[in-house]
């Protein structure tokens, strides 16, 4: 059973325009989680890393919340430029394991045309 | 400069045939994973490690084996390689468990199982 998820699946904006993506999740216990960026056939680049409960995190154009009585991580990217276009992934570790496993999205999939 | 490097970057093989992933870290991190990505899902965890010599199993172990002979390398073997194993494979480093740990992907390998 998937117990990460993410929307919008796919996501068109123009460049300049601000946009926001959503990650649900039912992962228990969850301890953090984190935004990655994975440019196409490349590796996954951390964004940000979410920890305490109503944490917000800020990283240039990049911002996240995320709300874990809701379950629910939002990473709003500002002004976006054509160089944003990737796939996104939402990924939530959980504190029972005894390696921290990762649980992954499936990803959004943003396209930012001129 | 800290990294995970993979090689190769890809591969063909036929359907049986014999294939090992590399993975090199130079982060000097304790953990190391590696993950399969398919469309549609998101990574799925085949196996990981916590040192040398250690192995555990993950998500979706069947068909791969693994062998960490090093702090830095870690290894993934398809012995009777199978069309379902084609896939984009990452590997990945990290240094400890929960939100403050530092997570490093790398680049991927593409596997063509024909």
């Known amino acids: 059973k998937t117990q990460v998820e993410q929307s919008p699946q796919s996501l068109v904006v123009r460049q300049g325009e601000n946009c926001v993506l959503q990650c649900n999740y039912s992962v228990t216990p969850d301890n953090h989680l984190r935004w990655f960026k994975q440019d196409t056939g490349k590796g996954l680049v951390s964004l940000t890393v979410?920890?305490?409960?109503?944490d917000k995190t800020s990283n240039g154009r990049y911002s996240a919340t995320l709300d874990k009585d809701a379950k629910h991580s939002t990473l709003h990217i500002t002004a976006t430029l054509l160089d944003d276009t990737a796939t996104y992934i939402c990924?939530?570790?959980?504190?029972?394991?005894?390696?921290?496993?990762?649980?992954f999205g499936a990803g959004t999939q943003l396209i930012v045309i001129p | 400069e800290a990294a995970v490097t993979q090689s190769p970057r890809n591969k063909v093989t036929v359907t049986g045939g014999n294939v090992t992933l590399s993975c090199r870290q130079t982060?000097?991190?304790?953990?190391m994973y590696w993950y399969r990505q398919d469309t549609g899902h998101g990574l799925r965890l085949i196996h990981y490690s916590y040192g040398a010599g250690n192995l555990q199993i993950g998500d979706v172990p069947d068909g791969y084996k693994a062998t960490r002979t090093t702090q830095e390398d870690f290894f993934l073997l398809l012995e009777l390689a199978s069309p379902s194993q084609t896939s984009l494979y990452f590997c990945?480093?990290?240094?400890?468990?929960?939100?403050?740990?530092?997570?490093?992907f790398g680049s991927g390998t593409r596997l063509l199982v024909i």
């Open positions: 990924v939530v570790g959980d504190r029972g394991s005894a390696l921290g496993r990762l649980h």
């Open positions: 979410l920890v305490h409960e109503n």
């Open positions: 990945a480093s990290s240094d400890a468990r929960g939100g403050n740990s530092d997570y490093t």
């Open positions: 982060n000097s991190h304790n953990y």
